[in-house]
């Protein structure tokens, strides 16, 4: 852009920009800072199969504990490094401690899978299959089945060729995959159908209003057949109320995941909920 300015060669370094470049790096300096003092930590969400009440799995969802900021949301601190190395990082940290997370669980006798979110730049990098399975290898008594990656639609649609091929590499050396927030990109038939996905995330923005708004609630019907086409389950996102998990139960959406049942909880509060929600279901009290 700078470039095109013509004469002005300076554009690129007036204020503003400056002041924007500037913050960037400190942001990334920030990040690089709190992954290095562990201020970073992994959350629990649950996820719901609605018709059996049974948890399925859990989604790890980072949150930055900040000295002064309290805890903050990834939304807030991911875009500053996003399409740089840091994320890669982020995310073998983030593997690395799900991988952990499942090996204590299954110590526990808990048998859940969980699910960890990948950003588009890290799956894109040519030897990913190849740290992800060096980094299983120190868990081996974690079956690769049981960690989910979650892909985003737009992500995968960002070099599909490259994250095909990342991700049948990963396939076959047991991982399974979710593609997440769909709907939101424009996935074809024909990429959904060269895909090793296992899992399709219905986008929160149309669960939200699914009960009001017509054009939501024909956007869940279209995901909910095109995954049927596949024979992929879908999971809903962001489920909040009783009325949503029924309306999405009498379009077929079985599974769901959202603050209706429980938001993401640290390690401890997670299993707590989960014990709670088992000795409901043990004594039959009607449940979320
Ligand atoms: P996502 O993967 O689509 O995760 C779902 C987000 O919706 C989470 O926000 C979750 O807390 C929130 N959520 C779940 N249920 C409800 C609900 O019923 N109502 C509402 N209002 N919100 C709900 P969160 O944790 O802030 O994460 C936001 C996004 O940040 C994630 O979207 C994901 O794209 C990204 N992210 C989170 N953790 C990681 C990570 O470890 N690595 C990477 N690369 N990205 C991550
Ligand atoms: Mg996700
Ligand atoms: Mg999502
Ligand atoms: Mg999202």
């Known amino acids: 852009r700078a470039k095109l300015a013509g004469k002005n060669r300076y554009e690129l370094f007036d204020g503003e920009s400056a002041r924007t470049i500037k913050s960037l790096f400190a942001q990334r300096e920030e990040f690089k800072a709190a992954l290095a003092n562990q201020e970073l930590q992994l959350y629990y969400q649950a996820q719901v199969?609605?018709?059996?009440?049974?948890?399925?799995?859990?989604?790890?969802?980072?949150?930055?504990?900040?000295?002064?900021?309290?805890i903050r949301s990834p939304v807030s601190f991911l875009q500053a490094i996003e399409d740089h190395p840091l994320i890669i990082d982020l995310g073998e940290w983030v593997i690395n401690q799900a991988l952990a997370q499942l090996e204590r669980w299954q110590q526990q006798g808990v048998h859940l899978k969980v699910s960890?979110?990948?950003?588009?730049?890290?799956?894109?990098?040519?030897?990913?299959?190849?740290?992800?399975?060096?980094?299983s290898k120190q868990y081996p008594t974690v079956k690769p089945g049981c960690l989910e990656l979650e892909i985003t639609e737009t992500g995968v649609l960002d070099d599909f060729a490259q994250v095909a091929k990342v991700m049948a590499q990963c396939q076959g050396l047991g991982f399974s995959f979710a593609l997440d927030d769909f709907g939101t990109g424009y996935a074809s038939l024909?990429?959904?159908?060269?895909?090793?996905?296992?899992?399709?995330?219905?986008?929160?923005s149309f669960v939200r209003d699914v009960l009001d708004d017509p054009k939501d609630l024909r956007m869940i019907k279209g995901i909910i057949s095109l995954a049927k086409v596949f024979s992929l389950p879908v999971i809903a996102e962001g489920v909040e109320s009783k009325a949503q998990q029924?309306?999405?139960l009498s379009l077929g959406c079985e599974l769901a995941q959202g603050y209706f049942y429980a938001k993401a909880l640290p390690e401890r509060e997670f299993l707590e909920w989960l014990s709670k929600r088992q000795r409901g279901v043990a004594s039959n009290q009607a449940l979320p």
């Not at 159908?193 to 929160?204: G, H, N, T, V, Y």
């Open 49 to 70: 199969n609605t018709k059996t009440g049974q948890v399925i799995g859990a989604e790890a969802l980072l949150r930055w504990l900040h000295p002064n900021l309290g």
């Open 190 to 204: 024909s990429y959904l159908q060269s895909l090793p996905a296992e899992l399709i995330k219905i986008d929160r």
């Open 246 to 248: 029924d309306k999405l």
């Open 116 to 135: 960890v979110n990948i950003s588009a730049f890290h799956i894109q990098q040519d030897n990913f299959a190849e740290r992800l399975d060096h980094l």
